[in-house]
Nanobody, 123 residues
Framework: QVHVVESGGGLVQPGGSLRLSCAASGFTLDYYAVGWFRQAPGKVRDRVSCISKGDGNIVYAESVKGRFTVSRDNVRNMVFLQMNNLTPADPAVYSC????????????????WGQGTQVTVSS
């Protein structure tokens, strides 16, 4: 079965950290660009980051630059989103998605999407 699954979400205090995982099954994740998106209740889905296939070029949304880091683990067929210094602006359902390349930030990726994992930031 071909799919991606996110994990690692949870409740964290402001200033805390979480590491989200995107695990692929049935295909090789390194052959694709992988984007991380988030959607808070009542808001549009925003792209947080995207890592390209091949050269691994990474782009980040301005709101997370310097706090979030994307990486690949090709042995485990996974992509990670390390989130540090989380703020009350970060809570959302975070999803990973695939495409042949990273598209413009306002475009949704056209490949496989996971169900998402909830991130909550609260003291």
């Amino acid at each position: 079965q071909v799919h991606v699954v996110e994990s690692g979400g949870g409740l964290v205090q402001p200033g805390g950290s979480l590491r989200l995982s995107c695990a692929a099954s049935g295909f090789t994740l390194d052959y694709y660009a992988v984007g991380w998106f988030r959607q808070a209740p009542g808001k549009v889905r925003d792209r947080v980051s995207c890592i390209s296939k091949g050269d691994g070029n990474i782009v980040y949304a301005e709101s997370v630059k310097g706090r979030f880091t994307v990486s690949r683990d090709n042995v485990r067929n996974m992509v990670f989103l390390q989130m540090n210094n989380l703020t009350p602006a970060d809570p959302a359902v975070y999803s990973c998605a695939t495409d042949w390349r990273c598209l413009d930030s306002d475009q949704l990726m056209r490949g496989y999407w996971g169900q998402g994992t909830q991130v909550t930031v609260s003291s």
